[in-house]
């Protein structure tokens, strides 16, 4: 081993002396650490109280060296690299959530996808990942958190999280896993009847997108549509190709992004198709802070190009670009980042270690509405409850009775949520009894039935961001022409 890591050695010197003295300084340096390297080696395998395993020593040493560079430069070991192939197809198996380490290096979730066990169990966008089966995360790769997350269909996992609506109450959460089927467009509806506004959510960035993009924007417009709301809220991103596409449904000519890095192979600009786009119908695109890469692209393009209004808050700023490079003759990969994404303005949309919030990064709503961590998780309610609604079988009727998927408010108000239950599968980590105790303060003479009188009806959620959202398309439509609801949507060739 020790001779096969000085030959590596070896030969860089050998090409420092060749291409000039200054490369040859640099090797110099190089050669210095590749020898601590190889007595790190060289002791351990002599001197560790067991016998250890060499590839996987080594397989260490990579994703250590690949983790001081950013949370998504990564090694990518047989397993993993499986993981990333079958991510990207839209089927795989475990609890189905977007993961990340934060500043912190904290294991934090982007989202959870629509329609999951995570999803419906109550995992919530922004959750901190405290334990994984009792086990606390801190140091916890993202290779290895994956890999304890998933399983076969149908065992579970339980994992500690913390809300950002309840930072000092560590919630339990049981989930079983399951095969992640993740479809990327839900909820195409018309949520304003008397102004023919449409509204498409988009969960993620897969092969599929732009075609099932195809087939509800060309329903909603047999509807009558003049306006679209896209809703690209934690939606954490996905393939490069599906933003492309996406935003070549909306804009009809010049740039959509482009990347840039150090190398001049990395500088690439991708611009539009004229001959794939919609009909010019005002828009507004709904982002959040856990809104990432694909999504940012998107929103960045259309803001550009002025062809829709941005609501929400700021973006998360994931603007990276990953390329994964083979090793070992296809067996293991590296996933580096090699250039950042800029929108057609020429804004980098990646949010850099020593970013501060006063800096430009990710995509900022030109209509700014904040939600607080209590509408977060209401929003997140509303959103299970429409889930379950839009999937229960025929025979057993709707939420309340009434309520059927899709239903939109004839008055042009977006709908509030109905007031749902807390979600299966969550628990308090611990018991707080005597906290209630102490907080409470008991009468023991007032009747119970006062008390329940007295106490105050939780109001109704309103998603003020969508509301913020329709109501400036409202505006646009004011003076705008009738739109033809007989008009199609252009596919491309």
């Not at 467009?185 to 195809?214: C, N, P, S």
């Not at 490069?240 to 150090?262: C, D, H, M, Q």
């Not at 303060?441 to 329940?452: G, I, K, N, T, V």
């Amino acid at each position: 081993m020790k001779a096969k890591v000085l030959g590596i050695v070896a030969t860089l010197v050998l090409l420092g002396v060749i291409v000039g003295p200054a490369r040859a300084k640099k090797d110099d340096d190089l050669f210095g650490q590749y020898e601590t390297l190889t007595a790190v080696v060289d002791r351990i395998l002599q001197n560790y109280v067991v016998e250890v395993d060499k590839e996987k020593l080594f397989y260490g040493a990579y994703e250590g060296m690949l983790g001081t560079l950013d949370p998504y430069s990564q090694f990518l070991p047989p397993v993993s690299k499986e993981d990333l192939e079958i991510d990207t197809k839209g089927e795989f198996g475990g609890i189905g959530i977007e993961i990340t380490q934060d500043e912190h290096k904290i294991l934090t979730v982007i989202t959870p996808l629509e329609g999951t066990p995570a999803f419906k169990a109550g995992v919530q966008a922004g959750d901190k990942i405290w334990k994984i089966e009792g086990k606390s995360t801190e140091g916890l790769s993202l290779t290895d958190a994956v890999k304890k997350l998933r399983g076969r269909r149908g065992t579970s996992v339980t994992i500690t999280v913390i809300h950002q609506s309840e930072p000092r109450k560590p919630v339990d959460i049981l989930i079983v896993r399951d095969i992640i089927k993740i479809h990327s467009i839900v909820d195409a509806r018309i949520i304003d009847e008397k102004h023919k506004i449409g509204y498409v959510r988009m969960t993620q960035f897969q092969e599929r997108t732009a075609d099932d993009l195809d087939k509800a924007v060309e329903s909603l417009l047999d509807q009558g549509m003049r306006a679209l709301v896209l809703d690209l809220r934690f939606n954490p991103g996905g393939l490069l190709e599906s933003a492309i596409e996406v935003s070549n449904k909306f804009v009809s000519n010049g740039v959509i992004v482009s990347t840039r890095g150090r190398n001049k192979s990395s500088e690439k600009v991708y611009s539009a198709d004229k001959n794939s786009s919609y009909p010019p119908i005002p828009m507004a695109v709904l982002v959040s802070g856990q809104s990432a890469s694909a999504s940012e692209i998107v929103s960045g393009a259309l803001q550009d190009h002025k062809r829709a209004v941005i609501v929400g808050s700021r973006t998360f700023g994931k603007g990276s670009v990953q390329t994964v490079l083979p090793l070992e003759n296809g067996k293991t990969a590296m996933r580096l980042t090699t250039a950042y994404y800029y929108t057609p303005s020429g804004r980098c949309i990646h949010r850099k270690p020593d970013a501060t919030e006063n800096d430009d990064w990710g995509i900022y709503p030109d209509i700014e509405v904040k939600m607080s961590p209590e509408d977060v998780v209401k929003l997140w309610k509303e959103w299970r409850e429409r889930h379950i609604d839009e999937n229960r079988p025929a025979d057993e009727g709707a939420n309340d009775g009434t309520r059927k998927p899709g239903d939109a408010n004839p008055d042009g108000a977006a709908k509030p949520a109905d007031n749902p239950q807390p979600a299966a599968g969550a628990k308090p980590a611990d018991d707080d009894e005597e906290f209630l105790e102490d907080e409470v303060d008991f009468d023991e003479e007032e009747p119970a039935d006062s008390q329940a009188a007295e106490k105050k009806p939780e109001e109704p959620f309103v998603d003020r961001q969508l509301e913020a959202a329709r109501l400036f398309l409202v505006g646009q439509l004011f003076n705008a022409p009738e739109t033809s609801t007989t008009v199609k949507v252009n596919k491309a060739n």
